[in-house]
């Protein structure tokens, strides 16, 4: 979908499941009510860019 649009890879932030599950681990332990729009705007201000699916 991301070809058909144009659009780059590149612009998504390249982390394995292992390294998004550790940092997803840390935000929720920080905040953990946090939901699916609050754990993406945390990866968002700490530079990490992902695809939603």
Not at 14 to 24: P, S
Not at 27 to 45: C, F, Q, T, W, Y
């Amino acid at each position: 979908k991301v070809r058909l649009s144009g659009l780059s890879f590149d612009i998504y932030t390249q982390l394995n499941d292992v390294e998004l599950d550790n940092t997803i681990s840390c935000i929720k332990a920080d905040h953990p009510d946090a939901g699916e729009v609050m754990i993406n705007g945390h990866l968002r201000s700490k530079g990490i860019c992902i695809p939603r699916s």
